[in-house]
């Protein structure tokens, strides 16, 4: 039961975010669950269309219970994936006004025309195709620069001001391109190009300023996407997060079990963290620059370039991909495009993100995955994965505990990621954990699903009480995103047979050689330090136990047939013991000179090495009987 102090806590709480704002919102909640008659159940779809009227915040932890079927019923869950498809989008009056306001002048200084009909709209933001606007002003602050080599910009630099007439038919050309700095204040205006030029030292040096400023400038004329956050979402989000938040603390509060309190508790920190991330287009920015830069050195594999002098926290630009996505193998098909390679490129790419950078796309779903030209294009780098080195390693060890079919050594590493919530019965978790090998053992490598293979292994862990970090929740969603994607296209591509590919070449390379000598050069010292404390910590103990400040609780308690056998194999040992006992007694009489005798033999010495023959030969006989009833047990 809970505490009178644990009550009032929640109740101070409520009211202090009623008193933030959250009251009309609660307000508003409890309308929209009385129009759906929440009290009388929900069918899958009802629950659907309630969560889509409840807003953003409701739809997006649909989504994330879209794939914890240990949270809500399966039914529910199949029925919450229908939560990615487009919402309504905001009116284009609306969209404008936030690229103005963010921008902190009219959007014609920047863009020539933004499309009316968005691409996409989600419950946070959507996006609309625009164009840049022809960049006079800069193009005539370079006509007055000598044409040398020394002073003049890259000729790719003076391309991008090159002015492009005409850019969007309905709608005139602006009269210059007027980028908008993320760091600059709210309502204020971003300096013209020429500004820019004006104040320089140096023709030379304005001209260098300048050609810094152009390569990181889209074209001018050029088709850009442009993501809009919707007005209000940060602070309806907020509001709802915190009612949410006091929901599951009631839970808490009542008789509910640790594992629905654990997972209703890991269920709103996933939603806030990933919120968090969405919400803030910055985020989003730093995540497509890194994950362009991790792209390098994987031919074929393409994401937009952000503009970051063009983006803020509520509108983010960057190029504008066409393509059709990733399992529409007509289209695919049509542009002369191999699915099938497409497929196992885009595997390969997957594992290469999570395997070797650390830093993955978490939510992979065709929508965001495009075709452009034959490369493979990742767009809305929103939500991300990461795994730090450490957990990498874990992920390996998983992998070939698993393939090795040792549940052992895959509940240590387990036990190393995972988080425990309650009470932990090794013993049944190690079971667990066997039986779902077992039920692996047979199926071919090629054929197992990673991704679903993972998410039981979870289900597992919540048996006893243990949660794995959210980015290893965020692996196996992923990973189960992905293969559904490939059976589309690539059905023969084995995503745990590229893992172990990789896993293998990073264990031949240097830095994973160096990596483990750091390893284990740590584990040494660790153990080392560990040593020189042992006496201390010995004697602090000793003396404890001394003052009576040490108790000690142990729970035995053995299966019957355990215990059987432990009786069993303790009898046998005590009489070999008694066997052994009474021969080395008889030996000792038979050198003295005791009477009556036998054969110069002490009569008692006799007595003693029957009696241990005897013993022996039970002894020997009850172990081979034992061993044939084990035998006959296994052909059975």
């Keep these: 039961m809970p505490t009178l102090k644990e009550v009032a806590q929640v109740a101070v709480e409520a009211r202090r975010d009623k008193g933030a704002g959250s ?108 164009r840049i606007a022809p960049c006079a002003a800069v193009a005539d602050a370079f006509a007055d620069v000598p044409d040398d080599r020394s002073t003049a910009p890259a000729a790719d630099a003076r391309d991008s001001f090159a002015d492009v007439r005409a850019p969007c038919a309905a709608v005139a050309p602006a009269a210059a391109c007027v980028p908008h700095t993320a760091d600059a204040p709210a309502g204020a205006r971003v300096p013209r190009a020429a500004d820019v030029l004006a104040g320089t030292s140096s023709p030379r040096a304005g001209v260098a300023a300048a050609a810094a400023r152009a390569s990181s400038f889209p074209p001018a004329g050029a088709w850009v996407a442009v993501k809009v956050r919707r007005p209000h979402v940060v602070e309806q989000m907020t509001q709802d997060l915190a009612l949410i938040r006091q929901a599951v603390a009631l839970v808490g509060l009542t008789r509910a079990t640790d594992g629905i309190k654990l997972s209703l508790a890991d269920l709103v920190t996933e939603l806030e963290r990933t919120t968090r991330q969405e919400l803030d287009f910055r985020v989003e920015l730093r995540n497509l620059e890194r994950f362009r830069a991790l792209l390098a050195d994987q031919p074929g594999i393409e994401s937009p370039r952000p503009y970051p002098l063009l983006s803020t926290d509520d509108v983010l630009v ?13 289209a695919l098909r049509a542009r002369g495009l191999d699915p099938r390679a497409l497929g196992h490129r885009l595997a390969e790419s997957y594992v290469t993100q999570i395997v070797d950078n650390g830093f993955f796309h978490a939510d992979p779903h065709p929508g965001n995955i495009l075709v452009n030209g034959g490369d493979i294009v990742w767009i809305d780098l929103g939500m991300v994965g990461e795994l730090t080195a450490m957990e990498r390693g874990l992920v390996g060890r998983m992998l070939r505990a698993a393939a090795e079919n040792d549940p052992y050594a895959l509940m240590q590493a387990l036990l190393a990621a995972a988080r425990d919530g309650g009470e932990v019965d090794h013993g049944r978790l190690l079971d667990r954990l066997g039986r779902l090998l077992a039920s692996y053992a047979t199926v071919n490598l090629a054929e197992i699903d990673v991704g679903r293979a993972l998410m039981d292994v979870f289900d597992v862990l919540r048996t006893q009480n243990l949660a794995m970090p959210p980015s290893f929740t965020l692996l196996a969603r992923g990973m189960v995103t992905i293969e559904g994607v490939l059976v589309d296209i690539a059905p023969d591509a084995s995503v745990i047979g590229i893992i172990a590919d990789h896993l293998r070449r990073r264990e031949r390379t240097a830095n994973a050689l160096e990596a483990k000598a750091r390893e284990a050069l740590s584990t040494a010292l660790t153990s080392f330090d560990a040593t020189l404390r042992l006496p201390t910590q010995a004697s602090h103990t000793l003396d404890m136990v001394n003052r009576g400040q040490v108790s000690v609780g142990a729970d035995l308690r053995m299966p019957t047939d355990a215990l059987a056998a432990l009786y069993s194999v303790s009898g046998t040992v005590a009489m070999a013991l008694i066997s052994a006992g009474l021969f080395v007694g008889s030996s000792l009489l038979a050198q003295t000179n005791m009477h009556p005798q036998f054969l110069g033999v002490p009569f008692l010495a006799v007595f003693g090495y029957l009696g241990a023959f005897v013993l022996a030969a039970y002894v020997v006989w009850r172990n081979l009987l034992i061993r044939h009833r084990q035998k006959n047990a296994e052909r059975l």
């Design 318 to 330: 960057m190029d504008f991909v066409e393509g059709p996505m990733v399992n529409d193998v007509a």
């Design 23 to 130: 009251g009309r919102r609660l307000r508003e909640i409890e309308r929209i669950l009385r129009r759906h008659r929440v009290f009388k159940g929900l069918s899958p779809d009802e629950a659907t269309s309630l969560l889509e009227d409840l807003g953003p915040t409701f739809v997006k932890m649909g989504q994330i219970a879209a794939n914890r079927s240990d949270v809500i019923p399966p039914a529910y869950a199949e029925a919450f994936k229908r939560l990615r498809a487009d919402v309504p989008p905001l009116p284009y009056e609306e969209v404008v006004a936030v690229i103005e306001s963010a921008f902190g002048h009219p959007w014609r200084e920047t863009f020539s025309c933004i499309e009316r009909k968005p691409l996409g709209s989600a419950s946070i933001a959507q996006v609309h195709r625009a």
